[in-house]
């Protein structure tokens, strides 16, 4: 079965610095992985998803994320944080074996210290 | 048009009454989601309909009966909620199959009183 794992519940950066959001995924197939963001009081909206083409995927935003097969990983980044940036990062996982399903990480809290 | 529309957006209800969420996409999107979330946490799975059939419910109250009239509409309607039940109910939509990503609406916040 899928499953993914986000390391960090909470993460806190200045204004300008990088931005790192770690997820593990559990796969007996090539998965296809997506992050969303959730600003407080608001729906989910996709940065980002990896469906087997380039390893290396650019979002919106500025953020961009690496699948790494051998570390079974796909980690948010961006370069240089901004204030907007503070929000709920949700990496997800689609369920292969029932293809209706999303199976969703615990979050990570961004917070953005100026 | 990429988005998937809920309303009301706010709604607050008592133990007794009954009430609908709806939720509409002109996307062409087959699968519809309804997930509830609480504070804090991830969005929960409760159903899903595919090209208009349930497909799957996540043992989910009786209380809470999801209804898909049409392939643009969802709706959820409440009946004899308990406080509990007061979370952000959101919906989403996708083109069914593995690969692809899910469009969610801004969320209805439901409060029971």
């Known amino acids: 079965a899928q499953s993914v794992t986000q390391l960090d519940s909470h993460v806190s950066v200045s204004e300008g610095t990088p931005v790192l959001l770690r997820c593990n995924y559990s796969?007996?197939?090539?998965?296809?992985l997506f992050w969303y963001v959730q600003h407080p009081n608001k729906g989910l909206q996709l940065l980002l998803k990896?469906?087997?083409?380039?390893?290396l995927v650019k979002g919106i935003n500025g953020f961009e994320a690496e699948f790494k097969k051998s570390e079974t990983s796909f980690h948010l980044t961006k370069p240089s944080a901004h204030m907007s940036d503070a929000a709920e990062y949700f990496c997800?996982?689609?369920?292969?074996?029932?293809?209706?399903?999303?199976?969703f990480g615990t979050g990570t809290r961004l917070q953005v210290f100026p | 048009d990429t988005e998937v529309t809920q309303t009301p957006k706010h709604l607050v209800m008592g133990m007794t009454n009954k009430k609908s969420l709806k939720c509409e996409q002109h996307?062409?999107?087959?699968?519809m989601y309804w997930y509830k979330q609480k504070a804090k946490k991830p969005p929960e799975l409760m159903f899903v309909?595919?090209?208009?059939?349930?497909?799957i419910n996540e043992s989910v109250p009786s209380r809470f009966s999801p209804e898909c009239p049409n392939s643009s509409l969802l709706n959820l309607h409440l009946h004899a909620l308990q406080p509990e039940d007061s979370a952000l109910y959101l919906c989403?939509?996708?083109?069914?199959?593995?690969?692809?990503?899910?469009?969610f609406g801004q969320g209805t916040r439901l409060t029971v009183v």
């Open positions: 989403a939509s996708r083109v069914i199959g593995v690969n692809t990503e899910a469009f």
């Open positions: 796969s007996s197939y090539s998965p296809s």
């Open positions: 996307m062409g999107h087959r699968a």
């Open positions: 997800v996982v689609s369920d292969r074996g029932n293809t209706d399903k999303l199976i």
């Open positions: 309909y595919s090209y208009e059939k349930l497909s």
């Open positions: 990896y469906t087997s083409a380039a390893t």
